[in-house]
């Protein structure tokens, strides 16, 4: 079994995904980090001491790559760095985990997959909800025929903190993230797609900055993650009475699009940043049923099946799955989707998330935007080449 040696790009926050790896009985470990803040960087490799481990720190990226001979690396690092750090890094043929979303322009997402695609080297997405029991639960009974062909997918996302995570710091300004259709909802029209088996064609939406845009700001902006930690609390209830968001606050705080897929299906996403409760609810409707979750990653989840006529609102399904919380972080999904990073790797299985997943899931959220910002403009989702469209990039080189 070969002994992998890891590095991460983006330390703190979600960079922390990357100590999931450190597995030295398994021959894995994390040997470097590199992040241009000095506290997130001497925090890297103070966790690293607690588990008796020595890793380098380096503040530029480049260095780590061209002197630690890495068999790979996570880059956790913000959305608008993942198109500059994910191809120096494939350009130099070290296989990539790249947390979504993928890029925060279709031209971007397209350039990375070309790059992995040229230089023949392993990546592997970070959309770790295929990794979740209830949607993969999901999957399986809409595989089973249980609820007919599909026709119809809806997704309702409520974000409670949607104020304190995406709205005091660089996510809402949208120059640093497209939409919060990619950093948020990439998630869920991924699993739109997934379920679906299928991929947005046309898509076309409404939406607006409805509460945040005007609420008291801060002057100065807040990049590292560790100054914007402090700040999430469910205290901070109603959104109205709010105060010190970031500066640059433009991206809309509800989302909602229509989505045409390949296959003849019909969905809607629809996202809110103002909600008092949080989770996120799929309706999947098919000619023999449909089915539908109440809660997600939670012990509390279940999945409801109606598969007969009644003519009235049942809240409970003629059959009904209790889906309990794996363990670890998201629902065990996290050590799940590293885990399955690492048997990529050593070439013994290819991901259940794969990059033409990511980039369909952030072109329809891409354009999904820009049709909100146009009036509801319908756009058409260009496909990949098929040489991208039918590439393995789990087996690399």
């Not at 990049?223 to 959104?239: F, I, K, N, Y």
């Not at 089915?291 to 099946?305: A, H, K, L, R």
């Not at 790797?345 to 990059?355: D, I």
Request: net charge negative; with cysteine.
């Amino acid at each position: 079994m070969k002994k992998l040696r890891l590095g991460v790009i983006g330390t703190c926050c979600r960079g922390q995904l990357a100590d999931l790896a450190h597995q030295k009985k398994n021959g894995v470990e994390i040997v470097a980090g590199a992040d241009i803040y000095d506290e997130q960087l001497n925090s890297f490799i103070n966790r690293y001491k607690e588990k008796d481990s020595q890793v380098k720190g380096y503040y530029d990226y480049r260095e780590m790559i061209e002197k630690e001979h890495l068999d790979g690396v996570f880059i956790l690092s913000p959305d608008f760095c993942h198109e500059e750090h994910a191809c120096f890094a494939l350009k130099n043929h070290v296989p990539v985990y790249l947390e979504k979303p993928l890029a925060i322009s279709l031209e971007g997402a397209d350039r990375i997959l070309q790059c992995a695609y040229t230089n023949k080297t392993r990546l592997m997405l970070g959309h770790n909800m295929r990794y979740m029991n209830f949607t993969r639960k999901m999957r399986e009974i809409i595989r089973s025929g249980a609820i007919g062909e599909v026709k119809a997918i809806w997704c309702r996302h409520f974000v409670s903190y949607g104020g304190d995570a995406y709205f005091r710091d660089w996510h809402a300004d949208r120059k640093k993230t497209g939409s919060l259709l990619l950093q948020k909802g990439a998630h869920d029209i991924d699993i739109i797609h997934w379920l679906a088996e299928s991929r947005t064609v046309l898509v076309n939406g409404i939406g607006s900055l409805s509460v945040y845009g005007d609420l008291p700001r801060r002057e100065k902006e807040k990049l590292d993650c560790l100054t914007v930690a402090g700040v999430w609390s469910t205290d901070h209830w109603p959104p109205m009475e709010q105060k010190d968001f970031s500066p640059n606050v433009n991206n809309e705080d509800i989302n909602m699009i229509n989505m045409q897929l390949a296959n003849g299906v019909q969905a809607c996403y629809m996202q809110c940043h103002f909600t008092p409760d949080s989770y996120r609810n799929y309706t999947v409707i098919g000619t023999k049923g449909r089915i539908e979750n109440f809660g997600d990653y939670s012990d509390s989840c279940t999945i409801q099946v109606w598969n007969r006529r009644i003519d009235c609102y049942s809240p409970h399904g003629d059959i009904t799955y209790h889906m309990p919380s794996g363990e670890g972080g998201h629902g065990g999904a996290d050590p799940q989707i590293v885990n399955s990073f690492i048997d990529m790797l050593r070439g013994n299985s290819s991901p259940e998330s794969t990059p033409q997943g990511a980039r369909y899931a952030v072109a329809a959220g891409i354009l999904g935007a820009n049709s909100i910002r146009s009036g509801g403009t319908p756009y058409q989702i260009p496909q990949l080449p098929d040489e991208l469209e039918n590439y393995d990039f789990s087996g690399g080189n």
